[in-house]
């Protein structure tokens, strides 16, 4: 499952893993059936909400925004990983 308001993040993962769901905003009742969260942290959704939910989150963004990624695991995030190396790591991390 990959949270996300960008939808080329979205055919990406989708593309890799074709059976993944996209949700859009946090009352998508699909996440709370999923296995992980990808969640994109230029979403403006804040990763303590999205943690809350349940599944582990794994948070992605850009890589010098430093503090958005710190922030995300503070916030309860198993990783949170620059934008590429999601992309470069995904099939180990649907896994």
Do not use: W
Request: overall charge negative; some cysteine.
């Amino acid at each position: 499952m990959i949270l996300t308001k960008n939808l080329m993040d979205a055919s990406r993962v989708q593309g890799t893993v074709p059976d993944s769901a996209v949700a859009r905003s946090l009352t998508d009742d699909a996440l709370t059936n999923a296995d992980l969260i990808l969640l994109d942290l230029s979403s403006g959704i804040a990763p303590a909400d999205v943690v809350a939910i349940g599944p582990p989150v794994v948070a992605y963004g850009p890589h010098v925004d430093t503090e958005a990624l710190a922030g995300a695991v503070a916030a309860g995030c198993r990783e949170a990983l620059p934008r590429s190396r999601v992309f470069q790591r995904l099939s180990n991390l649907i896994d």
